[in-house]
């Protein structure tokens, strides 16, 4: 248990304030939303605090109530003005991925504290609203242990769950519980981007231009390819010094021949060695914003390496939404009021998966040719029309194609492919392999057109892992929708990254070896050796260990139609856990329930709440009735009021 709880009014700031008096370190905890910065920003400017000198500590980079976006900040008020002290660039907005900068930034502005100010200094700390998942757990351990807290104060709304319960109660410091506003919500993403920007635009308006060659520093972080020049333009960027402090920090304008000209902010007089840019810059728009990941065709011999989405041919109606997870593609080929299907493309691999087969319209019937597996969540016909397309498509010689369903999978399809005449063909039927998902095993069937059908022994499944390859793994979960609707969560082999500057300094050529390698590392035969090219041989753990970057694969979770009942939540939630990407079934409105409840699909607030509580990064909503056809923004105005720290995905849509 924690050392003590209690509670108080979140309308009676100042008798909070007067009982914050006896404590030093103190972290406010809640969501995106709830009020939690108004409630910092309330007591810092409150005599009782101020008598004791206040500072605030500011740790959200994406949507900070003042400062500078891309940073965490340190403040104190003079006078009725909030004057920034000091701050440390993170140059990005993304605070759960980039957890352990963040803190270590945070660390360096303590200690700028623990210099300048005398012990009686309170200190108010605002993190992120990361509240939930593994995310939300580790920043709240290691921001309590890091920063020395002695408080905690849980913003949360009455009755609703109080976040990260079990984590609060191990930890041994005081927790006072505040409910929150009936008033706080959270803004609009659009608000988001034009606070953000507009705090940006503030800061650089005191900047100078200034041009650095790229090679004279080291470029920290997860710089955009050189031969991607424009991706540069607008990217944040920070100069750092020795210790990793911010010297100063600006915007790139321009890369043109290996020199960098950006508008930079003055800031300390420590020389930089070094630059730092992620993630966060502008869009077309302006808009300040996490930007998407570029990637440049690699070539082995003389065949390229596809880094490219998958082809989508130009068709009417709702256009495709796509998420890029780094080893694959992923598109919801009919966009979101189309007939469910989601393509899964491989980039290195002519490989692909298909999400239940809806309207394959867009898709060409070479992409059919290198579908391995069919994951099929149940057998109404918005989620099956497309199989004709697909048998047409697979005639020839091709290797059998698996297919996943629920119960009466096999006897489906074979009655489907019974129902055609195959008189023509010979041998050269499309092979499917069939497996039937019960909660324990797989039902398993061999079928070919004018071939008998052979029944395969049953596989156990454990875990709901239901598929295994080389590069990913797939687990189930069946879910009720009336008849049995099956979810699905598809997991990416790790990502091994090697490092070139390790290969220049080691002196070093890349060559097959690295692939030698790469391979021992996903097998886990760490203890292998592996010829060099400099004629020297290397034990693959500790070449990894100084060559490579290795990082969990992605994860990519499909769930369609469901009735919004407290076990489908559940089972969803645990299935999408921590995914990159949640492809979720959004049928209705919440102004439409009592449709959606009569025809077992879910609501807008339904889907946001899975993804929320599983710790999503991007939710991509489909399957829109079409009733929202012409009022697609009454969706997405719902969806985005309550995504909180979850992007959304979908078409672009009018700002």
Same mark, same amino acid.
């Given at each position: 248990?924690?050392?003590?709880?209690?509670?108080?009014?979140?309308?009676?700031?100042?008798?909070?304030?007067?009982?914050?008096?006896?404590?030093?370190?103190?972290?406010?905890?809640?969501?995106?939303? *709830?009020?939690?910065?108004?409630?910092?920003?309330?007591?810092?400017?409150?005599?009782?605090?101020?008598?004791?000198?206040? +500072?605030?500590?500011?740790?959200?980079?994406?949507?900070?109530? %003042?400062?500078?976006?891309?940073?965490?900040?340190?403040?104190?008020?003079?006078?009725?003005?909030?004057?920034?002290?000091?701050?440390?660039?993170?140059?990005?907005?993304?605070?759960?991925?980039?957890?352990?900068?963040?803190?270590?930034?945070?660390?360096?502005?303590?200690?700028?504290?623990?210099?300048?100010?005398? !012990?009686?200094?309170?200190?108010?700390?605002?993190?992120?609203?990361?509240? =939930?998942?593994?995310?939300?757990?580790?920043?709240?351990?290691?921001?309590?242990?890091?920063?020395?807290?002695?408080?905690?104060?849980?913003?949360?709304?009455?009755?609703?769950?109080?976040?990260?319960?079990?984590?609060?109660?191990?930890?041994?410091?005081?927790?006072?519980?505040?409910?929150?506003?009936?008033?706080?919500?959270?803004?609009?993403?659009?608000?988001?981007?034009?606070?953000?920007?507009?705090?940006?635009?503030? %800061?650089?308006?005191?900047?100078?231009?200034?041009?650095?060659?790229?090679?004279?520093?080291?470029?920290?972080?997860?710089?955009?390819?050189?031969?991607?020049?424009?991706?540069?333009?607008?990217?944040?960027?920070?100069?750092?010094?020795?210790?990793?402090?911010?010297?100063?920090?600006?915007?790139?304008? +321009?890369?043109?021949?290996?020199?960098?000209?950006?508008?930079?902010?003055?800031?300390?007089?420590?020389?930089?060695?070094?630059?730092?840019?992620?993630?966060?810059?502008?869009?077309?728009?302006?808009?300040?914003?996490?930007?998407?990941?570029?990637?440049?065709?690699?070539?082995?011999?003389?065949?390229?390496?596809?880094?490219?989405?998958? %082809?989508?041919?130009?068709?009417?109606?709702?256009?495709?939404?796509?998420?890029?997870?780094?080893?694959?593609?992923?598109?919801?080929?009919?966009?979101?009021?189309?007939?469910?299907?989601?393509?899964?493309?491989? !980039?290195?691999?002519?490989?692909?998966?298909?999400?239940?087969?809806?309207?394959?319209?867009?898709?060409?019937?070479?992409?059919?040719?290198?579908?391995?597996?069919?994951?099929?969540?149940?057998?109404?016909?918005?989620?099956?029309?497309?199989?004709?397309?697909?048998?047409?498509?697979?005639?020839?010689?091709?290797?059998?194609?698996?297919?996943?369903?629920?119960?009466?999978?096999? =006897?489906?399809?074979?009655?489907?492919?019974?129902?055609?005449?195959?008189? =023509? *063909?010979?041998?050269?039927?499309?092979?499917?392999?069939?497996?039937? @998902?019960?909660?324990?095993?797989?039902?398993?069937?061999?079928?070919?057109?004018?071939?008998?059908?052979?029944?395969?022994?049953?596989?156990?499944?454990?875990?709901? @892992?239901?598929?295994?390859?080389?590069?990913?793994?797939?687990?189930?979960?069946?879910?009720?929708?009336?008849?049995?609707?099956?979810?699905?969560?598809?997991?990416?082999?790790?990502?091994?990254?090697?490092?070139?500057?390790?290969?220049?300094?080691?002196?070093?050529?890349?060559?097959?070896?690295?692939?030698?390698?790469?391979?021992?590392?996903?097998?886990?035969?760490?203890?292998?050796? *592996?010829?060099?090219?400099?004629? =020297?041989?290397?034990?693959?753990?500790?070449?990894?260990?100084?060559?490579?970057?290795?990082?969990?694969?992605?994860?990519?979770?499909?769930?369609?139609?469901?009735?919004?009942?407290?076990?489908?939540?559940?089972?969803?939630?645990?299935?999408?856990?921590?995914?990159?990407?949640?492809?979720?079934?959004?049928?209705?409105?919440?102004?439409?329930?009592?449709?959606?409840?009569?025809?077992?699909?879910?609501?807008?607030?339904?889907?946001?709440? @899975?993804?929320?509580?599983?710790?999503?990064?991007?939710? *991509?909503?489909?399957?829109?009735?079409?009733?929202?056809?012409?009022?697609?923004?009454?969706?997405?105005?719902?969806?985005?009021?309550?995504?909180?720290?979850? +992007?959304?995905?979908?078409?672009?849509?009018?700002?």
């Amino acid at each position: 248990m924690s050392l003590g709880e209690q509670r108080f009014n979140s309308d009676r700031a100042d008798v909070l304030a007067t009982h914050l008096t006896r404590y030093r370190r103190i972290l406010l905890l809640g969501e995106i939303g *709830i009020g939690k910065s108004t409630l910092a920003l309330k007591l810092l400017r409150h005599p009782t605090m101020q008598a004791g000198h206040c +500072q605030l500590l500011e740790l959200d980079p994406g949507t900070p109530p %003042f400062g500078v976006p891309g940073t965490v900040s340190l403040a104190c008020l003079s006078g009725n003005e909030l004057i920034r002290q000091d701050c440390q660039a993170l140059c990005t907005f993304d605070a759960a991925r980039f957890r352990l900068p963040l803190i270590l930034a945070a660390r360096r502005l303590i200690a700028i504290t623990e210099k300048n100010s005398d !012990r009686n200094t309170i200190l108010l700390i605002d993190p992120p609203g990361v509240v =939930r998942g593994v995310g939300g757990a580790e920043m709240l351990m290691a921001l309590t242990e890091t920063l020395m807290v002695d408080v905690i104060i849980v913003l949360h709304r009455e009755k609703s769950p109080i976040p990260l319960a079990r984590e609060l109660a191990a930890l041994k410091v005081a927790v006072i519980h505040l409910p929150a506003s009936p008033a706080a919500k959270a803004c609009t993403r659009l608000e988001q981007l034009k606070h953000r920007t507009r705090l940006w635009d503030h %800061f650089l308006s005191d900047g100078i231009e200034e041009t650095l060659v790229l090679d004279q520093l080291p470029i920290l972080g997860t710089p955009p390819p050189r031969e991607a020049q424009k991706a540069w333009t607008g990217r944040q960027a920070a100069l750092l010094d020795a210790t990793g402090e911010t010297v100063r920090m600006g915007e790139v304008l +321009q890369l043109n021949k290996g020199k960098l000209t950006l508008r930079m902010v003055a800031g300390k007089t420590a020389e930089p060695v070094s630059m730092l840019i992620r993630d966060a810059g502008r869009n077309p728009m302006g808009k300040l914003e996490t930007m998407k990941r570029v990637d440049i065709p690699l070539t082995v011999g003389r065949e390229p390496v596809e880094m490219t989405p998958p %082809f989508i041919l130009p068709k009417a109606g709702s256009p495709p939404v796509s998420s890029n997870l780094g080893q694959a593609w992923a598109s919801l080929v009919g966009g979101v009021f189309g007939d469910p299907l989601v393509h899964v493309r491989f !980039r290195r691999l002519k490989q692909s998966l298909l999400f239940d087969l809806g309207d394959p319209v867009r898709l060409a019937a070479k992409m059919a040719h290198q579908v391995e597996a069919i994951f099929l969540s149940h057998a109404h016909l918005d989620h099956i029309a497309g199989f004709t397309w697909f048998l047409r498509s697979r005639l020839g010689p091709f290797a059998p194609c698996r297919i996943f369903g629920p119960l009466e999978t096999i =006897r489906r399809i074979e009655s489907f492919l019974s129902g055609i005449t195959w008189d =023509r *063909i010979d041998d050269k039927g499309p092979i499917f392999e069939v497996y039937e @998902i019960d909660r324990t095993s797989l039902r398993h069937a061999r079928l070919q057109p004018g071939r008998k059908r052979v029944d395969l022994p049953e596989i156990p499944i454990a875990n709901g @892992i239901i598929h295994t390859e080389n590069s990913f793994t797939v687990k189930a979960a069946i879910c009720d929708h009336g008849i049995p609707s099956v979810a699905y969560a598809l997991l990416f082999q790790r990502e091994i990254n090697v490092r070139k500057e390790r290969l220049t300094a080691a002196d070093l050529s890349p060559g097959p070896w690295l692939g030698t390698l790469k391979q021992y590392i996903y097998n886990d035969t760490l203890e292998a050796e *592996i010829k060099l090219p400099n004629g =020297r041989t290397g034990i693959a753990g500790e070449l990894a260990d100084d060559l490579t970057i290795i990082r969990p694969g992605k994860k990519l979770t499909y769930a369609a139609d469901m009735a919004d009942t407290p076990d489908n939540r559940k089972k969803v939630t645990e299935l999408a856990r921590s995914s990159h990407t949640f492809f979720c079934e959004t049928a209705f409105a919440m102004a439409d329930k009592d449709k959606a409840d009569a025809t077992q699909h879910l609501t807008t607030l339904a889907a946001v709440h @899975i993804a929320r509580d599983a710790g999503v990064e991007r939710l *991509i909503p489909f399957h829109f009735s079409k009733r929202y056809e012409h009022d697609i923004l009454q969706i997405y105005n719902e969806i985005l009021a309550a995504a909180g720290p979850v +992007q959304v995905l979908g078409p672009r849509l009018p700002d």
